[in-house]
C-alpha cells in the first residue's frame, strides 16, 4: 500500500507565494510520474502540472510562468512553488503519485487566495 500526504497550503492574499509539499510512503520501489491537480468548489477536478522521474515538467496554461514542480526522488517527495497568485488559484490541492502503473491520491490541501 501507498500512502499520499499533501501539506503547505492555507491563506494567502493575491500576489502572494505558497509552497506545497507532498510525500510517499509504504511499498515504493520507485516512482514514477507524479503530478498535482486541484479541484475548486463547484468544479471538476483539473490538472495543474505533471513531472517525470527525471524531472521534465508539463503545467496548465493557467500556471505556466507562475508554478514550478520539482521532486526529489531520494525522499520520494515533490513540490509545488506557486507565485504571484490570483483568487482563481483558490481549490483543494491534490498530489498523484504513480507507482508500478497504479496512481495513488493524497486527501488534498486547501489553498484560499484572497483578493
Known amino acids: 500500500q501507498v500512502q499520499v500526504v499533501e501539506s503547505g497550503g492555507g491563506l494567502v492574499e493575491a500576489g502572494g507565494s505558497l509552497r506545497l509539499s507532498c510525500g510517499a510512503s509504504?511499498?515504493?520501489?520507485?516512482?514514477?510520474?507524479m503530478a498535482w491537480y486541484r479541484q475548486a468548489l463547484g468544479k471538476q477536478r483539473e490538472l495543474v502540472g505533471t513531472i517525470s522521474s527525471g524531472g521534465s515538467t508539463n503545467y496548465a496554461d493557467s500556471v505556466k510562468g507562475r508554478f514550478t514542480m520539482s521532486r526529489d526522488n531520494a525522499k520520494n517527495m515533490v513540490y509545488l512553488q506557486m507565485n504571484s497568485l490570483k483568487p482563481e488559484d483558490t481549490a483543494v490541492y491534490y498530489c498523484?503519485?504513480?507507482?508500478?502503473?497504479?496512481?495513488?491520491w493524497g486527501r488534498g490541501t486547501q489553498v484560499t487566495v484572497s483578493s
Open positions: 509504504g511499498s515504493i520501489f520507485s516512482i514514477n510520474d
Open positions: 498523484w503519485v504513480a507507482v508500478r502503473s497504479k496512481g495513488y
